[in-house]
């Protein structure tokens, strides 16, 4: 691979992530709307297919499978040597994975101060429901504040992971191009033998 060719596959990989992101955001925004209009579920019954066959092809295509976007994107050139090309890959990756993470971070913050100080309102929360024998009514959740909880929840894990590197996700990237470069060693070696 060139270095525009990994830059390329970084933009990709990027565009992919906030692809997903946007997509759950949207759905999260479906639940919310759904239920502040008392309409019925019928529309994210229909809904949840379209998330699901839209979520994997962009999965698949912008974020794992992106090598013949890749080509188309930045054509050919002056392939790296295999320890240059694998140095350039991680770094690319690592600073996809570190900037959307720090996007994420962000928006996560509110979230994360939330559970940080969550542990400061169970006891009176528990007092409650012992001394009174009731459900606390501040935690009678309408299920669209729920859809916001999980989804920023998730988001703030998300955010966490990416700024620690994704670090299964570059195993994997280098494990491919391991494999793809493998058959160009043999033979130039074997041409080197010859």
């Given at each position: 691979?060139?270095?525009?060719?990994?830059?390329?596959?970084?933009?990709?990989?990027?565009?992919?992530?906030?692809?997903?992101?946007?997509?759950?955001?949207n759905?999260?925004?479906?639940?919310?709307?759904?239920?502040?209009?008392?309409?019925?579920?019928?529309?994210?019954?229909?809904?949840?297919?379209?998330?699901?066959?839209?979520?994997?092809?962009?999965?698949?295509?912008?974020?794992?499978?992106?090598?013949?976007?890749?080509?188309k994107?930045?054509?050919?050139?002056?392939?790296?040597?295999?320890?240059?090309?694998?140095?350039?890959?991680?770094?690319?990756?690592?600073?996809?994975?570190?900037?959307?993470?720090?996007?994420?971070?962000?928006?996560?913050?509110?979230?994360?101060?939330?559970?940080?100080?969550?542990?400061?309102?169970?006891?009176?929360?528990?007092?409650e429901?012992?001394?009174?024998?009731?459900?606390?009514?501040?935690?009678?959740?309408?299920?669209?504040?729920?859809?916001y909880?999980?989804?920023?929840?998730?988001?703030?894990i998300?955010?966490?992971?990416?700024?620690?590197?994704?670090?299964?996700f570059?195993?994997?990237?280098?494990?491919?191009?391991?494999?793809?470069?493998?058959?160009?060693?043999?033979?130039?070696?074997?041409?080197?033998?010859?």
């Amino acid at each position: 691979m060139t270095k525009m060719q990994i830059i390329a596959k970084a933009v990709l990989t990027f565009i992919g992530l906030s692809a997903i992101v946007n997509l759950c955001q949207n759905l999260r925004t479906l639940i919310s709307t759904t239920q502040a209009q008392d309409t019925s579920m019928f529309r994210i019954i229909l809904f949840l297919p379209v998330f699901i066959i839209s979520l994997i092809p962009i999965a698949y295509f912008l974020i794992f499978k992106n090598d013949w976007l890749v080509y188309k994107m930045a054509g050919s050139g002056e392939n790296l040597n295999p320890e240059r090309e694998t140095l350039w890959l991680v770094v690319s990756l690592k600073l996809v994975a570190i900037l959307y993470g720090l996007m994420l971070l962000l928006a996560s913050i509110p979230t994360i101060l939330n559970i940080i100080v969550l542990p400061l309102h169970i006891r009176p929360l528990v007092n409650e429901i012992f001394t009174y024998k009731t459900f606390p009514k501040s935690l009678n959740f309408t299920p669209s504040q729920w859809s916001y909880m999980i989804y920023n929840f998730l988001q703030a894990i998300l955010a966490a992971y990416l700024l620690y590197g994704w670090p299964q996700f570059i195993r994997f990237q280098l494990n491919i191009q391991k494999t793809k470069s493998l058959p160009n060693q043999k033979q130039y070696i074997e041409g080197i033998e010859k």
